[in-house]
T-cell receptor
Framework: GAGVSQSPSNKVTEKGKDVELRCDPI?????LYWYRQSLGQGLEFLIY????????KSGLPSDRFSAERTGGSVSTLTIQRTQQEDSAVYLC?????????????FGPGTRLLVL | KQEVTQIPAALSVPEGENLVLNCSFT??????LQWFRQDPGKGLTSLLL?????REQTSGRLNASLDKSSGRSTLYIAASQPGDSATYLC????????????FGKGTKLTVNP
C-alpha cells in the first residue's frame, strides 16, 4: 500500500516569503506528526495531530509556524516570513494509533532552502 | 525532559566486521525504542522497534537490545557490508501526551569494502 507522501520534495525560497509544505498520511492513520531535521540539530518534534485537532504544538519554534489538518487526512505546515534558519528537512510521520501499537511511518521529507 | 544520546557520532569499519552502536536516554518512562536508518537525502526507514516490556529484537543481521532501567540500548550489526553505510538513529516514544519520538543525533556508519 501507499506510504506517507510529502510535497514538494524540494523547495527553494527567498527570505521573507511564505511556504506551505504538504503531508499525505497513510490512509486510516489518525495520528500525524511533523518533525524538522536541521544540520547539526538532529530531528526535532514540531507538532502532533490526533484527527483534525493538534493537542501538542510545543515544538513549533515561533508563531511564524502553523499547521492544520483537514478531514483527518492531509496536513499542511505553513511557515510565514521565512528566515534562513528555517532551512531544514521537514519530515511528516503518521501512525494508526498510539501506545504500544503506535509505530510511526515517515515520509521522504521536504528539503527547504531559504536564501 | 527526555534526552537521547548516541555514541559514537561516526564510525568507520572494514567490511565483515561486527559492530555495536550505542544509545542512551534519560527518562525510563517510554513506550518503546526504535532504531532507524537514514540514507543521504532520504527519509527514515524503521529497522527495529522494541517495546518497553521487551529486552531485544532481531531482524536478519541486526539485533537491538533494551535495558530500560539503565536507559540504554544497543544495535548490533553482524558481518557488516558496504550497503550498511548510512546514519543510524535511535528514538524513544515518551509515555503519555502526544507520544512524540525523541531522537538522538545519530551515528554515521561507513563500511569500507
Amino acid at each position: 500500500g501507499a506510504g506517507v507522501s510529502q510535497s514538494p520534495s524540494n523547495k527553494v525560497t527567498e527570505k521573507g516569503k511564505d511556504v506551505e509544505l504538504r503531508c499525505d498520511p497513510i490512509s486510516g492513520h489518525t495520528a500525524l506528526y511533523w518533525y524538522r531535521q536541521s544540520l547539526g540539530q538532529g530531528l526535532e518534534f514540531l507538532i502532533y495531530f490526533q484527527g483534525n485537532s493538534a493537542p501538542d504544538k510545543s515544538g513549533l519554534p515561533s508563531d511564524r509556524f502553523s499547521a492544520e489538518r483537514t478531514g483527518g487526512s492531509v496536513s499542511t505546515l505553513t511557515i510565514q516570513r521565512t528566515q534562513q534558519e528555517d532551512s531544514a528537512v521537514y519530515l511528516c510521520a503518521s501512525s494508526l494509533s498510539q501506545g504500544v501499537r503506535g509505530t510511526q511511518y515517515f515520509g521522504p521529507g521536504t528539503r527547504l532552502l531559504v536564501l | 525532559k527526555q534526552e537521547v544520546t548516541q555514541i559514537p557520532a561516526a564510525l568507520s569499519v572494514p567490511e565483515g566486521e561486527n559492530l555495536v552502536l550505542n544509545c542512551s536516554f534519560t527518562d525510563s518512562a517510554i513506550y518503546n525504542l526504535q532504531w532507524f536508518r537514514q540514507d543521504p537525502g532520504k527519509g527514515l526507514t524503521s529497522l527495529l522497534l522494541i517495546q518497553s516490556s521487551q529486552r531485544e529484537q532481531t531482524s536478519g543481521r541486526l539485533n537491538a537490545s533494551l535495558d530500560k532501567s539503565s536507559g540504554r540500548s544497543t544495535l548490533y550489526i553482524a558481518a557488516s557490508q558496504p550497503g550498511d553505510s548510512a546514519t543510524y538513529l535511535c528514538a524513544v516514544t515518551a509515555q503519555g501526551g502526544s507520544e512524540k519520538l525523541v531522537f538522538g543525533k545519530g551515528t554515521k556508519l561507513t563500511v569500507n569494502p
